[in-house]
């Protein structure tokens, strides 16, 4: 295990990432069960930090960590020393405890569990997911083909017609295709070429109301995206709770 971790990790420059990345998955499970055991009022579990009757939402102490392990991660030079394991720790505690909160930071209203705070729980499976394609070394806008181009302007149009992809897949109102399609090219790629969903922005300028392209979209929304919708819905009650309202 030990062997695997110094050449996977330590070796291949990802010690930080691995270690915000495991931080952020334990700290994100430990305040979603904190929070359900607020919530169900139970006796011995700690409950609010309610210093002077006032609520300090976990919120505040993420962006405290946050700033403790940025701060001290831009001091540590050498990317595999254990000071700079600590710092992207700190920094995966602070970003999951602001992270499970974004929909309160958003919307500047307590609505934790409400259905607007749904977005918090969205925010936070993207982060996971595009933090282990990360893990698993599949770099962004294809930079590492980009970098590895012989000339300037291939690397260039490679890069920039990832970011085109992805762009248009996310006009067309597809945010979890479009932002792992930052990882995975062919992902947004068939996600720009095939039909926008009813309502996004790219459905609003491009198709007409009763056309045949908007017609094809909304039974594709019912066909296919509702039920996926309800499927990620059941998984954020399982692992989130679910809203009251």
Not at 72 to 83: K, P
Not at 196 to 223: F, I, M, T, V
Request: with cysteine; aromatic share 12%; net charge positive.
């Amino acid at each position: 295990m030990w062997e695997w971790f110094a050449r996977e990790v330590a070796e291949a420059g990802k010690l930080r990432l691995f270690c915000f990345f495991v931080l952020f998955l334990c700290t994100f499970l430990f305040i979603r069960i904190s929070v359900r055991m607020i919530r169900k009022q139970v006796r011995w579990w700690p409950g609010n930090v309610t210093p002077g009757g006032m609520h300090i939402h976990h919120v505040v102490f993420g962006l405290v960590f946050m700033c403790l392990g940025g701060i001290g991660g831009l001091a540590v030079h050498d990317g595999r020393s254990f000071a700079a394991g600590v710092t992207a720790a700190l920094f995966g505690v602070g970003t999951a405890l602001v992270l499970d909160e974004f929909a309160l930071v958003l919307h500047l209203d307590d609505v934790y569990w409400t259905e607007q705070g749904r977005f918090s729980v969205d925010t936070v499976f993207m982060a996971i997911a595009l933090c282990g394609l990360g893990l698993v070394g599949v770099s962004p806008l294809e930079i590492g083909e980009a970098l590895a181009s012989d000339s300037l302007l291939d690397g260039g149009v490679i890069v920039g017609a990832n970011i085109l992809f992805a762009v248009i897949t996310l006009l067309k109102g597809k945010v979890w295709t479009g932002l792992v399609g930052i990882y995975l090219t062919p992902l947004a790629l068939v996600g720009a070429v095939r039909l926008g969903r009813p309502g996004s922005p790219w459905a609003r300028w491009r198709y007409r109301d009763g056309s045949r392209k908007l017609r094809r979209a909304e039974r594709r929304e019912q066909k296919i995206r509702e039920p996926v919708e309800r499927f990620k819905r059941t998984v954020q009650d399982l692992v989130a709770g679910r809203p009251t309202g």
